[in-house]
């Protein structure tokens, strides 16, 4: 088998979530967003599927040439063969990008053996406990404009039967943020509400000293919190091994910061972090990320992965070790998060009533896309 084609078709929806200036995502009156289907397809009519969006400069001149007549089994030779191209050109064929053609030859390997994904990784459980990961705070009346805001919120969230908690606190260009006071202030609200059983977890601002760092910790060892995580610029990997020096708290990561595994190996060997990190987005698809999993196990950490969707949840499904969470959302009182976007006939990480997110048993990742809607809202193809 081989593959003939990879390809991008975009379409257009409404969308009701925008992003502020720094990036994070908040509630947003209806508008006009673009969506791609990306879209492997093989000389024996099999075809793998994820969505996202990929420059054509980037599909024609970097990725068809490593595709192309490959056979689509060889997922490993494929991911060095990106991964090559990537020095240099890490601008266009970021590993956010890598990891979108590697999510579509998995689905497809899947739809070929007839078998779901996180079974083909080394299936270990079929369902994983969730967390609700709230968006970042902001200054909507019924949003996450106070403490007191985000402690309705947990409880609404409890009684969804979410297990744990985790606040994306105020971030710039939110006004008065950052502040270390604040942050502390809606996780001892939370706490306070929900009471000892849930489990919470802290993702405060990015680029706090060292100093703020070690108060917003101390505050959260005091309230029980299971982990913070990113609350510095994870550039220095110094500061964080002082940070995890000095707290009892567990310290998660990196998330954010560029080197797939390899960074991570060093964060583990000097001791960066208590609870190793990475999400198909950060490391460049399922192929890497089951790599970090294999070193977080071979150092005896625990590992929570970063981000939802159907590559992380497959690969926590293929995790063999105890502990981690699926992250669940973004989640804010204004959305929806049951409601499947429109290019799906439903959600992929359903949850049921005690807080456990399940796989699809389906061939592949277990999309189950609306074509009609993809056809009807076309915009182009490449
Ligand atoms: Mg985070």
């Not at 397809?41 to 490593?66: H, M």
């Not at 404009?145 to 947990?154: E, G, H, N, Q, S």
């Not at 590992?303 to 992380?312: F, L, W």
């Amino acid at each position: 088998m081989k593959i003939t084609g990879i390809g991008v078709r975009t379409f257009r929806y409404m969308s009701t979530t925008g992003r502020d200036s720094e990036g994070h995502s908040h509630p947003a009156p209806p508008h006009e967003a673009l969506q791609g289907l990306i879209t492997i397809q093989t000389d024996e009519g099999a075809e793998g599927y994820a969505f996202g969006r990929i420059a054509e400069g980037t599909l024609q001149g970097a990725i068809r040439p490593v595709l192309l007549g490959q056979d689509p089994l060889y997922r490993e030779r494929i991911w060095q063969g990106l991964r090559q191209r990537q020095r240099l050109n890490l601008s266009t064929l970021a590993d956010s990008v890598v990891a979108l053609v590697d999510m579509a030859l998995w689905d497809l390997t899947g739809r070929i053996l007839g078998q779901p994904v996180f079974k083909l990784l080394g299936g270990y459980r079929a369902r994983v406990p969730a967390y609700a990961s709230t968006m970042c705070g902001d200054d909507l009346a019924g949003g996450l404009d106070t403490p007191d805001a985000y402690a309705r919120f947990a409880l609404w969230c409890r009684d969804q039967g979410y297990p744990a908690f985790k606040l994306h606190t105020w971030q710039p260009p939110m006004p008065g943020a950052p502040d270390v006071r604040r942050d502390l202030a809606a996780c001892a609200a939370v706490r306070e509400a929900v009471g000892d059983d849930m489990v919470l977890m802290l993702d405060p601002y990015h680029y706090y000293s060292r100093e703020e760092a070690l108060i917003l910790g101390r505050g959260l060892e005091k309230l029980g919190f299971a982990w913070m995580e990113e609350p510095m610029d994870e550039h220095s990997m110094s500061s964080y091994v002082w940070l995890t020096q000095a707290l009892d708290l567990p310290i998660c990561g990196p998330e954010t910061a560029e080197g797939k595994m390899q960074v991570r190996a060093e964060w583990a060997k000097h001791n960066a972090v208590d609870l190793l990190r990475g999400g198909v987005g950060d490391v460049g698809g399922i192929t890497p990320l089951m790599k970090v999993v294999h070193l977080a196990e071979a150092f005896g950490m625990s590992m929570e992965v970063h981000g939802g969707g159907p590559g992380n949840l497959h690969v926590l499904c293929a995790m063999g070790i105890p502990g981690a969470f699926y992250e669940r959302g973004l989640l804010h009182p204004a959305i929806d998060y049951e409601e499947p976007p429109p290019w799906l006939n439903q959600i992929t990480d359903p949850m049921d009533a005690r807080g456990n997110v399940h796989a699809s048993h389906a061939p592949g990742l277990g999309w189950d896309i609306n074509f009609d809607y993809i056809e009807q809202h076309h915009i182009a193809a490449y």
